[in-house]
């Protein structure tokens, strides 16, 4: 560790084991002359949770743009989801799950964004002006897939998109339960054909004020622990891609606070 006064962020060494054969893994320079790479996850986890811009990255963690270049790299070469996927595994097998889901949630969270932002829409019904988050998570609330479109796609819509992804990347999944946004029949012939079986989960018309919905509350507590990372409070990014891989850099320190 450098010589400096620690950060709440900062990985652990037991939490820095977990993750470090992946960013080793990667190619990505330059060689660790000035910064290790452990310093490097520890500036952008920092950023992360408290939201700062990278030009405001305090000056006792690597320089803003070294830094933005392994994230943009790790980015792209997936490394950021490789880690999260796996610690995904490792927090089911220690509840006494199987490592892979054969059950999930959908569902979407439309969010503000800047005015730097390439891509934005309007959602009519939630009356914002941004992106939406469209997240499958298991039934622990961990995340499978993050897809991200502007707010103004539907749910069925992007329904389309996600599911065929979750069948690939999942083929032990057969159950999705989602709300009455995803109703329709394209999304039940697109389920049909990726050979997972959606319900819709309604509300009842005798309810009155707030009623937790069965398997729905899982989605909607996973939106809400994002929330509490200021970086996810808004969509602060340039790129659709970029807020995808905060999505999970967010769930990915969530869950090293669960196994280490």
Request: hydrophobic residues 35%; aromatic residues 10%; contains cysteine.
């Amino acid at each position: 560790m450098p010589n400096r006064k620690p950060y709440p962020t900062d990985l652990t060494d037991a939490q820095w084991e977990l993750i470090e054969p992946f960013v080793r893994a990667s190619t990505c320079g330059p060689q660790e002359v000035l910064h290790s790479r452990r310093e490097v996850v520890n500036a952008i986890l920092y950023l992360q949770h408290t939201g700062a811009q990278w030009r405001y990255m305090p000056h006792d963690l690597p320089d803003w743009q070294l830094v933005y270049h392994y994230f943009a790299q790790w980015k792209k070469d997936k490394t950021w989801k490789k880690v999260h996927d796996a610690l995904r595994r490792k927090v089911r097998r220690k509840v006494g799950r199987e490592e892979e889901p054969t059950a999930g949630i959908l569902d979407s969270q439309s969010v503000k964004t800047t005015e730097e932002a390439e891509t934005r829409g309007y959602d009519a019904g939630k009356k914002v002006k941004g992106r939406k988050r469209h997240l499958l998570v298991d039934t622990l609330g961990l995340v499978l897939v993050a897809w991200m479109t502007t707010a103004d796609v539907q749910d069925r819509d992007a329904a389309q998109a996600v599911l065929p992804l979750a069948a690939q990347e999942y083929p032990t999944l057969k159950k999705v339960w989602v709300d009455g946004a995803y109703e329709g029949q394209q999304v039940q012939t697109v389920a049909k054909e990726s050979g997972i079986d959606v319900e819709v989960v309604k509300r009842s018309d005798q309810a009155k004020g707030f009623v937790v919905q069965p398997k729905r509350w899982i989605g909607e507590r996973t939106f809400g622990w994002l929330n509490r990372d200021r970086r996810l409070s808004k969509d602060y990014e340039r790129k659709e891609e970029s807020s995808e891989a905060f999505i999970y850099i967010g769930m990915t320190r969530r869950m090293l606070r669960r196994l280490a």
